[in-house]
């Protein structure tokens, strides 16, 4: 959309309905306040945990390791102090104008009215995880977010419907977030649609490549040739990597697989969407119920879903969140598109500067969909982008 704004005529061309793969289920937060990447020292701490327990917050699958060695050890040198800092003021830059950049497309698609604003809040169970979470409340303070500890008799005023089992908690107050994520992919597709942005149902192969660029995007229903002056842009979120590499872009793409849990009739509202700190799920009050969304599983493209993992997430909420229902419950897996330091590639193709790059975005794709497209439109007319883009530059291992 931000490219038609800029004047472009385009062609999306997706395998999928609109609003399906890992953007159909996500937790719905948009996390502008979100400045810590996945790997941390605290991460580290973890590491054992991940290995042994396939239900952990954190787990790898011990088939995949070979695979995801070169990722792993990527994600171990993002770790390192330095770059965790340098890593947190990129995704503040990135983050804080997430929700100003989605406002233009969702008022043109009529769909402001999915947005609640109303923060964000962590809870924790045990004095040890919340000690934990010090070094990374540190960090957040350090990157200028607004947040206020609760002290355990403030939290249910805060959240009525918690466990008094609930210890400590921590209320961002800048967060938002969608009920329905779904709803809002199909209103910006319509709305694309309407500014007569084309929508073509097919799976992309490869492509055919020339000395100056992509000539012809090969699919399952044929070929769409390609114009000199035209541009690419690959979006295929986990599935971009061998894409990319097509067009001259070696970028490490991996996923982090996560879990949700969908209950159609709660028996229960929350005011905002709520972090259990110990799990790593987050429970946000959706149209069509309640949603807990989360955890990580590194585990690659083509194993099957671990649900066992997601009863995890049901059993802990329904802990946390007493006379919880879980009638009706269903289950859902989905790719997040992960680099190893948690900032996604945006960007031009190191080979071809009229192909261009938009995926990685990890456990921030709902909240930096927009931003990055406009990002994408400003680097597509040659204008300087309105954030410092080299922090995401494809070609930055
Ligand atoms: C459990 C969970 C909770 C999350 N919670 C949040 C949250 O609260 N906030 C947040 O900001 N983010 C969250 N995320 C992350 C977010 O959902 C993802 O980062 C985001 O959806 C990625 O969007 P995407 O468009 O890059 O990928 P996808 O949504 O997966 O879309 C990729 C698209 O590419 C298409 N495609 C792939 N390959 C091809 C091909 N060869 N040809 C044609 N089409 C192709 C697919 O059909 C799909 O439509 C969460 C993720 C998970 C799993």
Same mark, same amino acid.
Request: proline letters at 8%.
């Given at each position: 959309?931000?490219?038609?704004?800029? *004047?472009? %005529?385009?062609?999306? $061309?997706?395998? &999928?309905?609109?609003?399906?793969?890992?953007?159909?289920?996500?937790?719905?937060?948009? /996390?502008?306040?979100?400045?810590?990447?996945? @790997?941390?020292? *605290?991460?580290?701490?973890?590491?054992?945990?991940?290995?042994?327990?396939?239900?952990?917050?954190?787990?790898?699958?011990?088939?995949?390791?070979?695979?995801?060695?070169?990722?792993?050890?990527?994600?171990? /040198?993002?770790?390192?102090?330095?770059?965790?800092?340098?890593?947190?003021?990129?995704?503040?830059? $990135?983050?804080?104008?997430?929700? &100003? +950049?989605?406002?233009?497309?969702?008022?043109?698609? *009529?769909?402001?009215?999915?947005?609640?604003?109303?923060?964000?809040?962590?809870?924790? =169970?045990?004095?040890? @995880?919340?000690?934990?979470?010090?070094?990374?409340? @540190?960090?957040?303070?350090?990157?200028?977010?607004?947040?206020?500890?609760?002290?355990?008799?403030?939290?249910?005023?805060?959240?009525?419907?918690?466990?008094?089992?609930?210890? %400590?908690?921590?209320?961002?107050?800048?967060?938002?977030?969608?009920? !329905?994520?779904?709803?809002?992919?199909?209103?910006?597709?319509? /709305?694309?649609?309407?500014?007569?942005?084309?929508?073509?149902?097919?799976?992309?192969?490869?492509?055919?490549?020339?000395?100056?660029?992509?000539?012809?995007?090969?699919?399952?229903?044929?070929? #769409? =040739?390609?114009?000199?002056? &035209?541009?690419?842009?690959? @979006?295929?979120? +986990? %599935? !971009?990597?061998?894409?990319?590499?097509?067009?001259?872009?070696?970028?490490?793409?991996?996923?982090?697989?996560?879990? %949700?849990?969908?209950?159609?009739?709660?028996?229960?509202?929350?005011?905002?969407?709520?972090?259990?700190?110990?799990?790593?799920?987050?429970?946000?009050?959706?149209?069509?119920?309640?949603?807990?969304?989360?955890?990580?599983?590194?585990?690659?493209? +083509?194993?099957?879903?671990?649900?066992?993992?997601?009863?995890?997430?049901?059993?802990?909420?329904?802990?946390?969140?007493?006379?919880?229902?879980?009638?009706?419950?269903?289950?859902?897996?989905?790719?997040?598109?992960?680099?190893? &330091?948690?900032?996604?590639? $945006?960007?031009?193709?190191?080979?071809?500067?009229?192909?261009?790059?938009?995926?990685?975005?990890?456990?921030?794709?709902?909240?930096?969909?927009?931003?990055?497209?406009?990002?994408?439109?400003?680097?597509?007319?040659?204008?300087?982008?309105?954030?410092?883009?080299?922090?995401?530059?494809?070609?930055? #291992?």
């Amino acid at each position: 959309m931000y490219l038609q704004r800029a *004047g472009f %005529h385009v062609r999306l $061309i997706d395998r &999928d309905a609109p609003g399906k793969g890992a953007s159909y289920g996500n937790a719905g937060v948009i /996390a502008v306040s979100s400045v810590e990447p996945v @790997a941390t020292v *605290g991460t580290l701490r973890q590491v054992p945990r991940m290995l042994l327990d396939d239900l952990a917050p954190l787990s790898i699958r011990w088939p995949y390791m070979p695979r995801l060695t070169p990722w792993l050890l990527r994600f171990l /040198a993002a770790s390192r102090p330095q770059r965790v800092e340098e890593i947190s003021i990129a995704l503040r830059e $990135i983050c804080q104008p997430a929700l &100003d +950049a989605y406002l233009p497309l969702m008022e043109m698609a *009529g769909s402001t009215s999915l947005v609640r604003r109303g923060g964000w809040l962590t809870v924790y =169970e045990s004095d040890e @995880a919340f000690a934990a979470a010090s070094e990374s409340l @540190a960090l957040k303070r350090r990157r200028g977010v607004n947040f206020d500890v609760l002290p355990a008799e403030e939290v249910r005023q805060m959240e009525p419907r918690l466990a008094p089992t609930i210890r %400590h908690a921590v209320h961002f107050s800048d967060y938002s977030w969608v009920t !329905s994520p779904l709803a809002l992919s199909q209103s910006l597709a319509e /709305a694309f649609q309407r500014q007569g942005g084309e929508l073509r149902q097919a799976t992309v192969n490869g492509f055919d490549v020339g000395a100056s660029g992509p000539e012809r995007i090969n699919s399952d229903v044929g070929a #769409f =040739e390609l114009e000199p002056d &035209d541009l690419v842009v690959i @979006a295929a979120g +986990a %599935h !971009s990597k061998p894409l990319a590499a097509q067009l001259g872009a070696k970028v490490p793409l991996d996923t982090e697989r996560g879990y %949700h849990v969908m209950l159609p009739d709660p028996g229960l509202d929350l005011r905002m969407p709520v972090c259990h700190g110990e799990s790593g799920f987050v429970s946000t009050t959706m149209d069509d119920g309640l949603r807990l969304a989360g955890t990580v599983e590194l585990g690659g493209l +083509a194993a099957p879903p671990n649900w066992r993992r997601a009863d995890v997430i049901l059993q802990h909420a329904k802990r946390i969140l007493p006379g919880l229902n879980d009638g009706g419950a269903e289950r859902w897996m989905g790719f997040r598109p992960s680099m190893p &330091d948690s900032l996604p590639v $945006i960007g031009a193709s190191p080979r071809f500067r009229n192909v261009f790059l938009a995926f990685g975005h990890g456990h921030l794709g709902l909240t930096l969909a927009a931003v990055s497209g406009r990002m994408i439109a400003e680097m597509a007319t040659g204008r300087p982008t309105s954030i410092n883009a080299a922090p995401y530059k494809p070609d930055r #291992f």
